[in-house]
């Protein structure tokens, strides 16, 4: 695997746990303020009507489950509504900060997926280009083969050689004596 690949998908892996981690204290604030008569008089009776409302539509389906159809569900008071905003509105921040992050690596991994796929399709087409290139070479060698005259030059070139030999082994007397035992090898490997 590629080692550029590794650190870049931890990497990633840390800096969505980096940001996850950073919304924490930002998630306690949110839930200490919801608690808190301080949140603002509209907000806070904003939450617990939602809250309110929440705990109706959580009983009413809890109550159908367990076969119970008309039962009457007492709402909740003040203060234990808006601690079940507060952990509501908790969980709902890092239920968006997660799907966040994994909205983000979704992007980042797909378009590293399409960045790996063109420059796989560029050797690809690399790779072809050549085999193009290596095939036209080979057909101009082929051709080249094919027009040179191969028997006529080797029979040439057999004939000079033998001219050659003929000379080198002639009834000329030779200079030494290991010219003509030469010549004699030569002629016994000839016949």
Not at 42 to 59: F, G
Not at 78 to 90: Q, Y
Request: aromatic content about 6%; overall charge negative; hydrophobic content about 40%.
């Amino acid at each position: 695997m590629d080692e550029n690949y590794c650190r870049r998908e931890s990497g990633a892996g840390i800096s969505s746990a980096l940001v996850f981690k950073t919304q924490m204290p930002s998630i306690s604030l949110h839930k200490g303020a919801a608690r808190q008569e301080s949140f603002g008089c509209s907000s806070r009776s904003e939450l617990v009507s939602l809250v309110q409302v929440y705990h109706w539509v959580e009983m009413r389906t809890k109550m159908r489950i367990m076969g119970f159809r008309g039962t009457v569900i007492k709402p909740l008071n003040e203060e234990a509504a808006a601690e079940l905003g507060a952990e509501l509105l908790g969980e709902a921040t890092i239920f968006i900060v997660g799907g966040g992050c994994l909205v983000l690596e979704y992007w980042r991994h797909q378009a590293q997926q399409r960045h790996k796929e063109e420059e796989q399709r560029a050797a690809w087409d690399a790779m072809q280009d050549e085999v193009g290139r290596l095939a036209l070479a080979l057909e101009a060698l082929q051709a080249q083969v094919q027009a040179a005259p191969a028997h006529s030059a080797l029979e040439e070139l057999q004939a000079q050689m033998r001219e050659v030999r003929a000379q080198l082994c002639a009834p000329d007397p030779p200079a030494t004596p290991q010219a003509a035992s030469a010549c004699k090898g030569q002629e016994s490997a000839q016949a």
